[in-house]
């Protein structure tokens, strides 16, 4: 059927917010945790959120230890803690109690910056994506989310 996607996301429970997408093809996203606003990585492929150890006090996370470690593009076995009851928004959608990994995302960031791409302050994972029921509209470059139920 030509126009079943368009007919889930005419659904009143679809939330829809624009990316941007970077010269390095990256998805560009803001969203806000804890009442403050930042550039993500919208990323499919990340299991986890996560901020970097410099943005915990910028996002008011309350952190402790974690016993796992993480790894990904090009690290592995970093540290990380994690971040409880916090509160996501992505344009009208939100999430009041979401859990972040907080870990060292400089190397992230560097790569970013060797193509004059501007920092990102986290990625958001495919725990949102999943959570929101996303779907994800290249064509038009819009994230559509699901309300939580």
């Known amino acids: 059927m030509k126009n079943e996607p368009q007919l889930i996301l005419n659904t009143k429970s679809y939330q829809k917010t624009r990316f941007r997408i970077t010269k390095t093809s990256h998805l560009l996203i803001s969203a806000t945790i804890n009442g403050s606003k930042g550039d993500f990585i919208l990323d499919t492929g990340a299991s986890n959120s996560c901020v970097g150890f410099d943005q915990a006090e910028y996002f008011g996370l309350k952190t ?17 803690m994690v971040s ?3 509160v996501l928004k992505i344009g009208r959608w939100k999430n009041p109690d979401f859990n972040l990994v907080v870990f060292d995302l400089s190397h992230v960031n560097a790569a970013l910056e060797q193509h004059k791409v501007k920092k990102v302050r ?3 994972g495919a725990d949102v994506l999943i959570n929101g029921n996303a779907i994800i509209d290249y064509a038009t470059k819009t994230l559509y989310l699901n309300y939580l139920k």
């Open 64 to 80: 402790k230890d974690s016993k796992t470690k993480a790894a990904g593009a090009g690290a592995i076995d970093m540290l990380t």
């Open 84 to 86: 409880g009851k916090n």
């Open 122 to 124: 986290g990625i958001i």
